[in-house]
């Protein structure tokens, strides 16, 4: 075999070989490939129903091999608890920007999650509304400029911003909860493990399986980025703490 035809990197089944309209530095495709990666590891890819809502988050069924289903803003997890229930066979993803889930759809994940709905969640936050021109979100950083507080957000006048990952924790339908990041080699192969137990309380029936994900939004934070992924080892992690917040499957082990 020539050098040339030496293969560095094997492209997952379930992820559709197509270019990416992301921005540069933009992190959704790094969440999106491991999401992709797990389906067909998982012997998922055929089963697997997804639901997206709107936001930059919304393009995943552009990049999964999987059957899709667009929600309204912030209905995701309402859309998702509908196709479940129909379709108890199905494993069913939902996939949701901070600007989405924990704004206008804040109601919907609460609900969905305390009932225990058997479906998994990728939830990525990078801390302002991407799509729909950088304002700000529930998750947005205490000073943080956006289109909608051009001084910095206020915690006075604003509130501080939402610890998502620990909220839905505390929640009884809930089944496994974490925050991770993926601003390096180190924690993207952490969030990939704790995806992987997002995805399988839901092939033990165990409830609700929720994964929070710390990500770069370049464009709209106005930086680089690799002075996006600085910004989040120095100014998000420390503000949201990377670990697993609740997991039944440990308990279901012992």
């Not at 995701?76 to 509908?82: H, K, S």
Request: glycine share 8%; aromatic share 6%.
């Amino acid at each position: 075999m020539s050098e040339q035809e030496i293969i560095a990197f094997e492209r997952a089944d379930a992820l559709v070989d197509v270019p990416t309209h992301y921005c540069p530095g933009c992190q959704h495709g790094v969440v999106q490939r491991l999401a992709g990666e797990l389906l067909s590891e998982m012997g998922l890819t055929e089963n697997t129903l997804l639901v997206t809502s709107i936001g930059c988050s919304v393009f995943l069924y552009n990049y999964l091999r999987v059957d899709s289903v667009e929600a309204p803003h912030g209905r995701a997890p309402a859309v998702a608890t509908g196709v479940k229930r129909a379709r108890a066979d199905k494993f069913v993803l939902s996939y949701q920007g901070d600007g989405d889930l924990a704004s206008i759809g804040m109601a919907e994940i609460m609900h969905c999650a305390n009932r225990g709905e058997n479906i998994s969640i990728i939830f990525v936050n990078n801390t302002v509304y991407g799509m729909t021109g950088g304002q700000m979100a529930p998750t947005t950083m205490i000073g943080q400029k956006t289109t909608t507080s051009p001084a910095g957000r206020n915690a006075a006048k604003e509130g501080m911003p939402i610890r998502m990952a620990e909220i839905i924790s505390q929640l009884g339908g809930t089944a496994f909860s974490a925050r991770v990041a993926v601003n390096n080699v180190k924690n993207i192969r952490k969030a990939k493990k704790a995806m992987k137990k997002a995805f399988e309380v839901q092939q033990k029936e165990l409830g609700f399986g929720f994964i929070e994900l710390l990500a770069t939004c370049p464009t709209n934070w106005r930086m680089t980025p690799i002075k996006a992924n600085e910004r989040i080892e120095e100014e998000l992690i420390p503000y949201f703490p990377l670990g697993v917040f609740k997991d039944l499957t440990v308990e279901a082990e012992d």
